[in-house]
């Protein structure tokens, strides 16, 4: 016997002949029925889903203002920088300074 | 508040689902009108019992009714509705895959001649008869869930891969792989009935 060409006559006669697509009598009020005597429960992670779908535009507004502000900011700063009398390694000296012991001090104690 | 307004004929699917989501449910009656037909035609594939094929058109509508406000209306309804569709029928197969009978070897009489005439003459065996429809169903029955579905969406209702995809949520190489896996099962089912029978 030919498998392939029995699947394929079987498929074939699936084709032909489609399931009945009769409705039961009242089956819309029925459903509505249904529906009525039980409430609509949320699903918990579709809530909590959209939840942080919403929040997501606040989130990406605030996003963009801050690296708005930091960028205006860092502006200032570099600007701040290339003025005369201030530089990169006079900021490490004054950050760097309660630290750094003075030659000879430990020697001293 | 539950209203139930008197006129909902001529209304689209959009308008329908917009008055049910303010919390008209009598809107949801057309709807549900408008698309059980489809709904059971595609139950009636997934199960055999008149009784299981309500419960799965009563869950789809169920399903439907919480999910309601997630359609986007960015596509039509219908595509929407029969992708749940889809997934309901297919937690129904794996739901009750453990209670599935081994039916291929107590075959009617009329099967038996069927099998008979196209080991004869394949030709001389009527696709339309009844006991073509009936093996076939046998047959359907013998496969995993995901076999099942693939070769009932690919071969029967003659949907493509994209298609599939679209529907169940899997990716293009996995409903291929499925596909194929399927074919060998189908396969593997006639090898036993041919064997029981003629060998």
């Known amino acids: 016997m030919n498998l392939e060409q029995l699947h394929k006559k079987l498929i074939g006669a699936a084709r032909l002949q489609p399931p009945d697509t009769g409705v039961p009598y009242a089956f819309e009020q029925r459903i509505l029925a249904r529906l009525r005597r039980s409430p609509v429960v949320a699903d918990p992670w579709f809530e909590w889903a959209r939840s942080l779908w919403r929040a997501s535009v606040p989130c990406i507004a605030v996003l963009v203002l801050m690296a708005g502000w930091s960028w205006h900011s860092g502006g200032l700063g570099s600007s701040l920088s290339h003025e005369p009398g201030f530089s990169a390694e006079d900021l490490e000296l004054a950050v760097l300074d309660a630290v750094d012991t003075p030659e000879g001090a430990e020697e001293d104690l | ?199």
């Open chain 2, 1 to 199: 508040m539950i209203t139930i307004p008197s006129v909902t004929e001529g209304k689209t699917d959009a308008e329908l689902i917009a008055e049910v989501l303010k919390g008209d449910l009598g809107s949801f009656e057309p709807i549900v009108a408008r698309y059980s037909p489809r709904l059971f035609g595609t139950a009636r594939r997934y199960a055999r019992r008149e009784s299981e094929v309500e419960d799965i058109v009563q869950e789809i509508w169920s399903k439907v009714f919480q999910k309601l406000s997630t359609w986007r209306g960015d596509a039509p309804f219908e595509h929407w509705l029969m992708r749940l569709a889809v997934h309901t029928c297919y937690d129904f197969l794996r739901q009750h895959k453990r209670n599935r009978e081994d039916t291929l070897t107590d075959l009617t009489r009329e099967e038996e001649d069927w099998l008979e005439r196209f080991a004869a003459d394949p030709g001389q065996a009527p696709e339309d008869a009844d006991a073509a429809r009936l093996l076939v169903a046998r047959l359907l029955e013998q496969l995993s869930p995901a076999s099942r579905l693939v070769i009932t969406l690919l071969e029967i209702e003659d949907r493509s891969v994209k298609e599939i995809a679209a529907i169940t949520g899997w990716s293009v190489p996995l409903v291929k792989v499925r596909a194929f896996r399927a074919r060998a099962e189908m396969q593997k089912c006639l090898r036993r009935v041919a064997q029981e029978k003629y060998l």
